[in-house]
């Protein structure tokens, strides 16, 4: 069924803002859990294995409403997917979970310059002061994120920092292809086709670099670990992200998907023992500001 954007938070829609809320939450510290029995490229091909088996019953059942034109659309957001998930979990490799997922929201901000030059009707922000305020002091809290990081003078940190930029950047690319291939199809539909090719690339890339061996020597409690961050990560966190933009547009999703790294910091604490220092707050506070500053001009224009 597809939802007109109202941009209004209906009970609906806010049911899918928190649904999406918690499951990207949980889903960074699952990533690291397993990051020390599987490499990344196993681990993504093997969650996304999951998601995909997760959703295709209704791909079969709904595959009569499949055109070629929307298959051949859908190459491009799989695209974007296969390369925003192997930085994506490639980050938690490198980085703490939420100084991870910190940096990767920066994406929000890559989504509206992006919309600058793709979205005619995006172009009046270019003579905002408000935006180009927001998007300055976002720029200024990632700087300062990234610099006040205890842990920077170790070469894995950059190579995480700059991992989850990638992530950020190319899940901006993923948010817009996605808006522009699928405005009208239903969110479960056109999930369930990306995640087809989606599949197809990572089980190619495990293959290639990856040890997909290693999934046979998981042990039970990781492999309930796996399934139940494939399920509620990938399979059912971005289908409630794809009906929330469905029902209220793209900025009240990505203002509140701005609450996930304190989220994930909070339980990061608690398992692996993570702190941000009073650097990090004030930058993380600042980036966060910057981008819903940003983000709001957007919605008032």
């Known amino acids: 069924m597809k939802h007109a954007s109202s941009g209004h ?27 020390s029995v599987l490499d990344v490229w196993t681990q993504n091909a093997a969650r996304y294995g999951v998601a995909c088996l997760f959703w295709l019953p209704l791909l079969v059942y709904a595959r009569r409403q499949l055109t070629p034109t929307m298959l051949k659309k859908a190459l491009i957001p799989a695209a974007f997917n296969i390369v925003m998930q192997s930085c994506w979990a490639g980050a938690f490799y490198y980085a703490d979970p939420a100084f991870a997922v910190l940096l ?13 030059l793709f979205f005619a009707d995006e172009r009046p922000l270019i003579k905002s002061k408000r935006f180009w ?23 894995g940190t950059w190579m995480g920092v700059a991992i989850a930029l990638g992530a950020s950047i190319t899940w901006a690319g993923y948010a817009l292809s996605v808006k522009m291939v699928f405005r009208e199809v239903d969110s479960k539909l056109s999930f369930s086709i990306i995640t087809v090719y989606t599949v197809i690339g990572l089980t190619g890339l495990a293959f290639l670099l990856g040890r997909p061996a290693a999934l046979t ?16 990560a990938i399979a059912i966190a971005h289908v409630l992200f794809y009906a929330a933009i469905h029902r209220i547009g793209a900025t009240i999703p990505s203002m509140i998907n701005l609450l996930t790294p304190f989220c994930v910091l909070l339980l990061s604490r608690v398992v692996f023992g993570e702190h941000l220092t009073g650097g990090q707050w004030f930058f993380g506070l600042l980036l966060i500001t910057g981008i819903a500053l940003a983000v709001d001009v957007r919605r008032r224009m």
């Open 9 to 35: 938070l209906t009970p609906a829609a806010a049911a899918a803002c928190a649904g999406f809320v918690v499951c990207w939450t949980i889903g960074p510290i699952f990533i690291k859990q397993l990051s």
């Open 104 to 116: 990767s929201r920066t994406s929000i901000l890559w989504v509206s310059l992006f919309s600058l």
């Open 133 to 155: 305020a927001g998007s300055a002091a976002a720029i200024a809290g990632l700087a300062g994120v990234i610099l006040c990081n205890p842990k920077l003078h170790l070469s």
């Open 217 to 232: 020597e998981l042990s039970p409690k990781n492999m309930v670990i796996l399934v139940i961050s494939a399920v509620t």
